[in-house]
């Protein structure tokens, strides 16, 4: 505890403000604030040692690699993964209680496990891709994460999938095609599940919300083969599924920057609102089709099938409970969306209407609350939404002009306003 609360603890004291169980009390509770911070931020710098040493070692037997005996060279070549079982068996023993050797023995191990197959496979010119060595790392280092309860292989074993997602879909379609990334995902679910149960407002947590968001949406196009374009229906029930998801209690009560579906979802939302709002859109992505049979039976339709499903699903258990009385503008889009994407009617005069109009309802929410947040927000979705327009309409620019212009004097006013309002509040 710093000494200026203390100082001020003690003038309390002397002035009966507080009673001396109370002073205790305060003091217990700023020393083992003091603690966590100590503690967290001794486990960053053991997780950065051990990634630094296992870097090293690696260097270092690279340097010598070629003048040594192959005996040597598969010795060395298991001496970081020994060494970092020592430590997890350690951990486990001795420290299982201690965050900080838990996740610096079992980061090291992570880093070890891939330069012993990558070293091994050197020594007897084993051949292989990139893609069967991160899926055989990712695997061998998994249990890691439960066995050590270990948060940071958890988030590098995330990162891990979703870059073998990547290059066996994006990078090297359409040589390769594989669906193996939503099985590796399913690994980590139930240490996630534990983390929301047991650590929801944990860092760590906090950390693997984005991660594993973002993952999702970053995989979701490896799906794609033949019907590509249906992936736009897709993309908007999941991002409609994350809004959903972001909007129940247990994430709904937490600090925004923990509520990543939220932010993933109401994003995703408008991007894709927004795209639609441009008629070159309708005239060159809305996909087309010689035969109804292959296109009901591929794996783009079904994705969005059973995503549009979820979609609906939630949507009915948000709403229900209030005779679909409290309906947002973001989930009619959803709505909307899957009626005009699959009778194939234009949809730019329908998004840009309601692009406008959640742009309002954000502006009109934030003059209610008194909220700066959620009232700029409104005005930069119509100061967009106007910006996409000035690329594909014919106005002229004295008119362009004219509407920027009062876009920025409302940026001004309503601003103005409400901190005339707080001030006055203030007195």
Request: glycine fraction near 6%; hydrophobic fraction near 50%; include cysteine.
């Amino acid at each position: 505890m710093s000494d200026k609360i203390t100082n001020e603890l003690h003038e309390l004291l002397n002035a009966k403000v507080v009673s001396a169980e109370t002073a205790q009390r305060i003091r217990d509770y700023f020393h083992q604030k003091k603690k966590e911070n100590y503690n967290r931020l001794f486990s960053v710098f053991g997780i950065l040692g051990a990634v630094l040493v296992g870097l090293g070692i690696i260097l270092v037997f690279a340097h010598n690699w070629d003048t040594l005996s192959r005996l040597t060279r598969v010795i060395l070549s298991f001496l970081p993964l020994l060494i970092g079982q020592i430590f997890c068996g350690y951990s486990l023993l001795k420290k299982s209680a201690s965050t900080v050797w838990r996740e610096t023995a079992s980061v090291f191990v992570f880093f070890a496990i891939g330069a012993s197959i990558s070293l091994v496979a050197q020594v007897y010119n084993i051949p292989g891709d990139i893609n069967s060595f991160i899926i055989a790392w990712m695997l061998l280092s998994l249990p890691l994460v439960y066995l050590l309860q270990s948060a940071i292989v958890s988030l590098l074993y995330t990162a891990g999938i979703t870059y073998y997602g990547c290059n066996a879909n994006y990078f090297t379609y359409p040589s390769t095609h594989s669906f193996l990334y939503w099985l590796l995902l399913l690994g980590i679910a139930p240490y996630y599940y534990q983390l929301l149960k047991t650590k929801a407002l944990s860092n760590f947590t906090l950390f693997h919300n984005w991660f594993i968001s973002l993952s999702i949406v970053i995989c979701l196009g490896t799906i794609a083969h033949k019907n590509g374009n249906l992936l736009y229906l897709s993309y908007m029930s999941l991002f409609t599924i994350f809004y959903f998801i972001g909007k129940t209690p247990f994430f709904d009560q937490q600090k925004l920057k923990n509520n990543s579906f939220m932010i993933v979802g109401k994003l995703g939302i408008l991007y894709l609102l927004l795209l639609y709002s441009f008629k070159w859109f309708w005239n060159k992505s809305f996909y087309k089709t010689d035969s109804i049979s292959e296109t009901l039976l591929s794996i783009e339709f079904i994705t969005a099938f059973v995503l549009t499903v979820l979609a609906a699903f939630f949507f009915y258990k948000k709403n229900s409970t209030t005779n679909f009385k409290e309906v947002s503008l973001f989930e009619l889009s959803f709505l909307m969306n899957i009626l005009l994407l699959i009778t194939g009617y234009e949809f730019s005069l329908a998004a840009n209407a309601l692009v406008l109009f959640i742009g309002i309802f954000e502006v009109k929410r934030g003059l209610k609350r008194n909220h700066m947040g959620l009232l700029n927000f409104g005005l930069l979705l119509i100061t967009v939404l106007i910006m996409c327009r000035f690329f594909d309409t014919d106005l002229s620019f004295v008119l362009r002009g004219i509407l920027f212009m009062t876009i920025g004097l409302g940026f001004f006013l309503t601003n103005y306003f409400i901190l005339k309002k707080r001030n006055k509040n203030e007195k």
